[in-house]
Each structure stands twice: as C-alpha cells, then as structure tokens.
C-alpha cells in the first residue's frame, strides 16, 4: 500500500488486522522524545523508526501487533513503545467470526487500512500517543477513506497534539479530530477549526 511505505497482515477473508511501516532513519533524540514523550526508552541515534498498528476491531490484532514488535526487537535491537505491547508468543487466530455481509464489505473494501471503526459513510481511528503525527499509514488512511466516499475521524486523549502537516491534512469536514471528555464521551473538532461541541459516547 502507499507505493510500498505500508504493508499490511490481513485475515483470509481480507479483514485488515496489522498495518506497519516501512522504517525510517532518525538522526535527532529530540524528534523521537516530542512524539512519544521524554519517558519513553530511545536508542542511541541514529536509529530506524517503524511503526506497527492493530486494528482494534479484532480481538487478536493487538496480539499480533505486540508480538511482531517483540520479535522484531529480538532479532535487531532497540526499543519498543509502549513497552507493555511487547510479546514473544504465538498468536492463535480463529479465523473471522463475523457475518457474511461483514466478510464482504471487509474484502470490497480492501484497500482501507486497520481502522478501528469502519461504517458505510465513517472510518475511526483511536489514538493515544503524546503527539500524532502524519505518518505513512495514516497518510494512506486519509487517501483511502477520500477515495471510498467515507469521512475519517481521529480519537484521541485532551493530552494528545496532532502535528502541523496532520492538522492540515484534516481541513474542513467531513474529515474530524474527535477529542474525549473525562465525562462526557468527547468533543469535535472539525479540522482546524477552533469550533468544539459535546458529543457522548454510545
């Protein structure tokens, strides 16, 4: 996907359960340290970057997620975060329990990434890192979602920040920074826009 920058684990019926990223060279601590947070565990620079994402959807995404993470790690080094994913066991995958018409719009809809929530006219995404950045395959979620007629919606913590080029890529509707409320479920954020009001969690 994303003329290689993205590869991504499927079910066999097509269901999307991993996207990862084609790695990238960083030469600064600091650019690592404003993403993940001055917590977080770096190698000394430079170091490749990659990143993993499950689909949340899928019960044993996350799984898969944390043990590719752990055996990556194992076989060259460094660091993974949050440190908590990590994993070395195998993985049981009982095959896609959904409907049949789930089955066949996961695979019309093939060219989506590991969304979180995927409807007929929205694609969600949870996140809940310090700083989100437009990365490849969020770059690709944004493309994806345009080219099926669907808005992308981006949930994060208050403490979250998007990145400039993220910001700028979420313009206008019907695209959405949804922002969660302590109490009450969250509230919206149209692109750019300094506009907010309440929505509430189903």
């Known amino acids: 996907m994303d003329d290689g ?3 991504q684990l499927r079910t066999p019926q097509g269901r999307p359960l991993l996207s990862v990223e084609a790695p990238v060279l960083i030469q600064t601590p600091d650019e690592a ?3 993940l947070g001055s917590q977080a565990p ?3 620079v430079p170091f490749g970057w990659t990143e993993a994402r499950s ?3 899928v019960a044993e995404a996350s799984d898969l997620a ?3 993470c752990g055996r990556l790690t194992l076989l060259l080094g460094g660091t993974t ?3 908590v994913a990590v994993s070395l066991r195998v993985v049981p995958t009982a095959g896609d329990s959904f409907g049949e ?5 996961a695979v019309a809809d093939e060219a989506l990434p590991a969304v979180d929530i995927l409807t007929e006219s929205t694609a969600v995404l949870l996140a809940d890192r310090p700083v989100l950045p437009l990365t490849a395959w969020l770059s690709d979620a944004i493309r994806a979602t345009a080219d099926s007629g669907r808005a992308l919606h981006i949930v994060t913590p208050p403490e979250t920040r998007l990145s400039l080029p993220l910001r700028d890529a979420l313009t206008g509707p019907p695209n959405r920074w949804v922002v969660q409320h302590p109490q009450k479920g969250g509230s919206r954020c149209p692109g750019r826009s300094h506009g907010r009001a309440d929505i509430h969690s189903a």
């Open 5 to 7: 920058a993205v590869i």
């Open 33 to 35: 340290e404003r993403l």
């Open 42 to 44: 770096l190698p000394d």
């Open 55 to 57: 689909a949340t959807a």
């Open 66 to 68: 944390g043990s590719f």
């Open 81 to 83: 975060w949050p440190p």
């Open 101 to 105: 018409e789930t089955v066949e719009r």
